[in-house]
C-alpha cells in the first residue's frame, strides 16, 4: 500500500498577483531536464499567465480567484528523456 503524498497548500488574496514556482531537481534523473511545462487549475477561476521553465523549475504568476474557494493548481512537465508527471499544490483564495 503506498502512502498518499500530502497536497501542500498556500494563500492569496483575491487581489493579489504572485508567481508560484516548483523545484523539481530532486525528481528528474541525473542527466534529465525539463523540456515543457503546463499549469492549470480547478475550478475555474484563477488567471495563469507568463509561466516559463528552466531545466529544473517552472514558475507561474497567478492572479484572481473567489475569496473563499480553495483551488487546485497543477503543473504538468514532459522532459528530455520523455517522462511526464503532474505536482498539485492548493490555493486557497481568502480576502485579507
Known sequence: MTTPIPVRTYSKDPD???DYWLDWSEWLSS???IEASSWF???TGLTI???SFGTAFA???ISGGTDGVD???T???TTEDGRVEDRTFQLAVVQR
Open 16 to 18: 493579489a498577483i504572485l
Open 31 to 33: 542527466g534529465d531536464g
Open 41 to 43: 487549475s480547478s475550478p
Open 49 to 51: 499567465f507568463d509561466a
Open 59 to 61: 514558475l507561474a504568476w
Open 71 to 73: 483551488y487546485l493548481v
Open 75 to 77: 503543473n504538468r512537465i
